[in-house]
């Protein structure tokens, strides 16, 4: 039988290591060293976007992010319902709400409609609280932006995208701000660009926030930053990583911040791995490929559909298994476990978690039936780094032969 085939696997063979000896050797291990604005850089010119703020993980980006457009007590923020707590947590620990959006089947990430008529729905009631629209990338594969982007220009919000699942995943877009990044939410336009234009994940929304955890395209063990084109974002952004410090006057606060940095030693691996971003991209991409081929001859098999207008980086190998086979994902996956096959389930969305509900957030009562199914039937395969087509092949007999029935 094979070895144990973990869910995920970093690859960090490349100048990783000489990186982080230098830190040591040179002494310069927290946050002041020079790797972190190195890494900065690096990051935001590859997003397309003008700064970077590095932070110590991607829930305190998604914070940062929140912070720095302006959100606080009593505001609203709209989100999927299917994501991880995180975007949960940045938005409540700044005093905001939350308003969630079911997702569409085929992508998992949020379905642009049905955030259009809860969008309404809420104006309709009278709700002015609405300050921004936070699209989550899911496992690799961008939400359709163009929407997005035209409803919080209509309704005077902010995009927040949480991009920490696709680092390099590109979008098809074919409109550009009238008003580009508004504290005070001035309603506008998006205007057409006419043939349009592949834009990163990540530089679309008015600001966003990326993750650098070990199981991330790019990973710094743990880590995040913020990306944004605006200056005062940016430099919100670096004051709240850093106790609320201000740039022109020392200890001298009109604002609260935390420990949010990023350290040397971190960005010495995030640099080694910036080397080799298109690398590393492109291993994703030839095993999602080979992935979706051999997964295409299993009947009752779906894997994450890539749109015509959107580049996937293929973070995560996810599929959904057909009700019809009369199995759920957790069998699937204790049946792949007897197999020394690592998988991981699908998020539970955000509206069935027993934290938000014991906290008495209203979350408005709706059903998400999407959001439950991808939960209930979804689950993703080993997705490392050092994965083989060898072992997609023993993945793929494993599932096919789990999937049969008894
Ligand atoms: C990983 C992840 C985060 C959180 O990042 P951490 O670095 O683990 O805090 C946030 N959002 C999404 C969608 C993620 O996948």
């Known amino acids: 039988m094979n070895d144990f085939i973990p869910v995920n696997e970093p690859l960090l063979n490349g100048s990783e290591k000489e990186l982080v000896c230098k830190c040591i050797d040179t002494g310069w291990i927290s946050s002041d060293g020079p790797f972190v604005k190195q890494f900065e850089e690096r990051f935001a010119s590859y997003i397309g976007v003008r700064y970077g703020i590095a932070v110590c993980n991607g829930t305190a980006a998604l914070e940062t992010a929140l912070y720095a457009t302006g959100i606080g007590e009593g505001d609203e923020v709209i989100m999927p319902t299917f994501t991880i707590i995180s975007c949960a947590i940045a938005a409540i620990r700044l005093g905001a709400k939350l308003t969630l959006a079911d997702i569409e089947p085929e992508t998992w990430c949020m379905d642009v409609k049905k955030l259009e008529s809860r969008v309404e729905a809420e104006i309709r009631k009278g709700n002015k609280k609405l300050r921004a629209i936070m699209p989550v990338h899911i496992y690799g594969h961008p939400v359709d932006m163009d929407p997005v982007l035209k409803i919080a220009q209509r309704y005077g919000m902010n995009v927040i995208e949480d991009a920490a699942e696709v680092h390099g995943a590109e979008y098809f877009s074919k409109v550009v701000p009238e008003v580009k990044f508004d504290r005070k939410y001035k309603k506008g336009k998006y205007k057409s660009t006419g043939n349009g234009t592949w834009k990163k994940c990540g530089s679309m929304g008015h600001v966003a926030a990326f993750s650098f955890y070990a199981n991330k395209i790019i990973t710094t063990g743990e880590g ?24 022109e006057k020392r200890f001298y606060h009109t604002e609260f911040g935390y420990n949010f940095r990023m350290t040397n030693l971190q960005a010495a691996i995030g640099l080694a791995q910036m080397e080799r971003v298109e690398e590393l991209i492109s291993i994703k991409r030839r095993l999602g490929t080979y992935y979706r081929e051999r997964l295409g001859n299993i009947p009752g098999v779906r894997f994450q559909i890539e749109k015509p207008w959107a580049k996937s980086v293929y973070w995560m190998y996810a599929i959904e298994i057909d009700p019809k086979l009369g199995i759920d994902a957790e069998t699937v996956r204790n049946r792949l476990k007897e197999k020394k096959i690592g998988t991981r389930p699908f998020f539970m969305g955000l509206h069935a978690q027993p934290v938000l509900k014991k906290k008495g957030l209203s979350l408005n009562g709706n059903h998400y039936p999407m959001a439950d199914h991808a939960y209930k039937y979804g689950l993703y395969l080993p997705s490392g780094m050092t994965l083989t087509e060898e072992k997609i092949d023993v993945v793929c007999n494993a599932l096919a032969a789990a999937l049969e029935k008894e």
Do not use: K
């Open 224 to 247: 995040g930053m913020v990306v944004t084109d605006d200056p005062v974002v940016a430099e919100l952004a670096r004051s709240y990583r850093n106790l609320g410090f201000r740039p």
